[in-house]
Nanobody, 113 residues
Framework: QVQLVESGGGLVQAGGSLRLSCVAS??????MGWYRQAPGKQRDMVAL???????NYAESVKGRFTISRDNAKNTVYLQMNSLKPEDTAVYYC?????????WGQGTQVTVSS
């Protein structure tokens, strides 16, 4: 059974930074990354690693957010800089393997203006 544990969310002022982490147990994963969901909105992709190792970012976070990973630790990170109030959301990590996707429990990120 794959389990994901997220950490690193919190409250920060606009312009500040946060770093999210997500550790996955077991398996070798083909893709991993981050989505977010603001109140009343759908869950949207933020940043991810594709199976070939390339990255993809939402347009709204390009130049501000950086996704990275430590394969030895089965950990994916999201460094978020120059945060804006519109970045406020619950952030979910995911890991994918063998056509299955596993989700973290979500961590709240709140950016005050």
């Amino acid at each position: 059974q794959v389990q994901l544990v997220e950490s690193g969310g919190g409250l920060v002022q606009a312009g500040g930074s946060l770093r999210l982490s997500c550790v996955a147990s077991g398996s070798i994963f083909s893709a991993m990354g981050w989505y977010r969901q603001a109140p009343g909105k759908q869950r949207d992709m933020v940043a991810l690693f594709l199976s070939g190792g390339s990255t993809n970012y939402a347009e709204s976070v390009k130049g501000r957010f950086t996704i990275s990973r430590d394969n030895a630790k089965n950990t994916v990170y999201l460094q978020m800089n120059s945060l804006k109030p519109e970045d406020t959301a619950v952030y979910y990590c995911f890991f994918a393997v063998m056509a299955r996707t596993y989700w973290g429990q979500g961590t709240q990120v709140t950016v005050s203006s």
